[in-house]
T-cell receptor
């Protein structure tokens, strides 16, 4: 049961540009999270945004949440080669112990 | 350093064999998870455990088994009943606040 859907599936931009990826979900949530996965590695937590929050920042990351549209976006500003990775959103539609994952956006930063 | 250790990183299995993937954490987290990841897809939950000696099936538990005899350890056995076991397996843990901490994964290939 896949709740989140990321868009686009793949994104290729020049280093220094901003990257935006989106996540849509189907049911009500308490929070939404974004994770990064480098090729062949485990996932790393980036940011968690609660349903009563509209925007959250962490370094070069900016996450927005629109519960009326059931969507979230992740903006990475001033991209770097090290940002090349897949990015996943996850929601807690069932419970805080079970997350529902999207298929991810593959981001490639060209030098 | 605290973290989650998965082993082995790569594993090859002949058809009909059972194999066990190890997952150990020293984060003192109560909840632990096993996910399966196939190319270009999100994470699918196999099993999760909220406390010692208790675990629940996830979305794709058929052909897998787990145990949780110690808080630190949550091994996953891929049995011969799992017809398509070639995948990337990820172990994770959480305090229950939502954020998951992942291991580096184990890649299983059926020969």
């Amino acid at each position: 049961s896949q709740q989140g859907e990321e868009d686009p599936q793949a994104l290729s931009i020049q280093e220094g540009e901003n990257a935006t990826m989106n996540c849509s979900y189907k049911t009500s949530i308490n929070n939404l999270q974004w994770y990064r996965q480098n090729s062949g590695r485990g996932l790393v937590h980036l940011i968690l945004i609660r349903s009563n929050e509209r925007e959250k920042h962490s370094g070069r990351l900016r996450v927005t949440l629109d519960t009326s549209k059931k969507s979230s976006s992740l903006l990475i500003t001033a991209s770097r080669a090290a940002d090349t990775a897949s990015y996943f959103c996850a929601t807690d539609a069932y419970s805080n112990y079970q997350l529902i994952w999207g298929a991810g956006t593959k981001l490639i930063i060209k030098p | 350093d605290g973290g989650i250790t998965q082993s082995p990183k790569y594993l090859f299995r002949k058809e009909g064999q059972n194999v066990t993937l190890s997952c150990e954490q020293n984060l003192n987290h109560d909840a632990m998870y096993w996910y399966r990841q196939d190319p270009g897809q999100g994470l699918r939950l196999i099993y999760y455990s909220q406390i010692v000696n208790d675990f629940q099936k996830g979305d794709i538990a058929e052909g897998y088994s787990v145990s949780r005899e110690k808080k630190e350890s949550f091994p996953l056995t891929v049995t011969s009943a799992q017809k398509n076991p070639t995948a990337f397996y990820l172990c994770a843990s959480t305090l229950g606040t939502g954020e998951l901490f992942f291991g580096e994964g184990s890649r299983l290939t059926v020969l």
